[in-house]
């Protein structure tokens, strides 16, 4: 019999919710059987949008939660005084083993908190990175960290390499991800204090496939598989990724509904352009997830809709089969550069 993954879901978390977490999880329980989903959040209004689905089969469950976590709120209190959350219980079925991972599109730094506090790190992890999934000319590589560690360490930067190239062989099937650090020229000498500590140490480590730095303006173009930087910096990267990306899609339909002509040009480069814009389309790669900790939590966009709520459970699945926790738990012991 095939074993089922356990997936929590934030059923009230993000600005959709719940409608589009709701019709996320219907989506993905459609497209794959070997998935059980817990919906968790105020019962009353998640039952009133799983009536809109005619077959919902046995994979999804609620779970009443009568409280929720703002995202104004501050996150430490959050997680201490509202037990009875979604995020709050969600997070205690990964700790008890309960459900394999937890998705949400609710409070960044609730979830930041509860991941450490409630999930906890992987023995040896210094800090827990957020790691998304970010298209470019070659496919995608993985941005580490994102919005998790603003003040990291240079010892911090080092496990984030090496949890992201686990993270990209294992559930990529990318053979010695290319590993680079983001960087404001390609000189060694180059950059502040923290990617000067960094950079020796990632080119002296034996298990990290280290090709230097990369500037921004490479990152598109797909020249390295895994991009290392503290939150900060990564969660800037990420917010212009998106930023232009949008800006570039709304500009071109513009430019082609501006006369006849265009128009009718339009129809003819549709196919391929849809096909081109797809690919630079974020949301079908799931969520970020919190690398490092006991259990997989996955933290979505606040604005996310069915689609990347739907692809974020079935990365789950894979997150799971290949046991990526395990390889982590592995290989993150006492690093070479501490001299032991």
Not at 161 to 184: D, H
Not at 317 to 325: A, D, L, P, S
């Amino acid at each position: 019999m095939q074993e089922m993954v356990k997936v929590a879901v934030d059923a009230m978390g993000g600005d959709f919710a719940p409608a589009e977490m709701v019709k996320g999880a219907v989506d993905a329980a459609m497209l794959r059987k070997d998935i059980k989903i817990y919906l968790i959040g105020q019962q009353e209004l998640i039952t009133k949008e799983l009536a809109k689905y005619s077959d919902q089969g046995t994979q999804i469950q609620v779970i009443h939660a009568p409280e929720k976590i703002e995202t104004a709120e501050p996150p430490v209190m959050a997680i201490r005084k509202k037990k009875q959350s979604s995020i709050v219980l969600g997070m205690n079925m990964v700790k008890e083993k309960k459900a394999d991972a937890f998705v949400s599109a609710g409070s960044s730094g609730a979830i930041l908190v509860g991941g450490q506090v409630i999930v906890g790190r992987i023995k040896g992890v210094e800090r827990p990175p957020l790691a998304p999934l970010i298209p470019t000319a070659q496919g995608v590589s993985l941005l580490i960290d994102c919005g998790a560690n603003v003040d990291a360490r240079a010892s911090h930067l080092v496990q984030f390499a090496k949890m992201g190239s686990i993270y990209m062989e294992n559930v990529l099937q990318v053979k010695n991800p290319r590993v680079a650090i983001v960087n404001i020229g390609a000189e060694e000498e180059k950059g502040n204090a923290l990617v000067k500590e960094t950079f020796p140490l990632l080119k002296n480590y034996p298990d990290i496939n280290f090709v230097g730095s990369i500037e921004a303006r490479d990152i598109p173009s797909g020249q390295a598989d895994v991009i290392v930087c503290e939150a900060f910096v990564g969660n800037v990267i990420l917010k212009l990724y998106e930023g232009v990306g949008a800006t570039f899609l709304s500009l071109v339909k513009q430019g082609m509904m501006e006369t006849v002509r265009s128009k009718a040009g339009a129809l003819l480069v549709k196919p391929a352009l849809k096909k081109t814009l797809k690919a630079f389309d974020a949301s079908q790669y799931g969520g970020a997830p919190l690398l490092g900790l006991n259990g997989l939590v996955v933290k979505t966009h606040g604005s996310s809709k069915a689609k990347e709520v739907t692809n974020s459970i079935i990365q789950c699945v894979t997150f799971k089969e290949q046991e990526i926790n395990e390889k982590i738990r592995a290989n993150i012991g006492i690093s070479p550069i501490d001299g032991e």
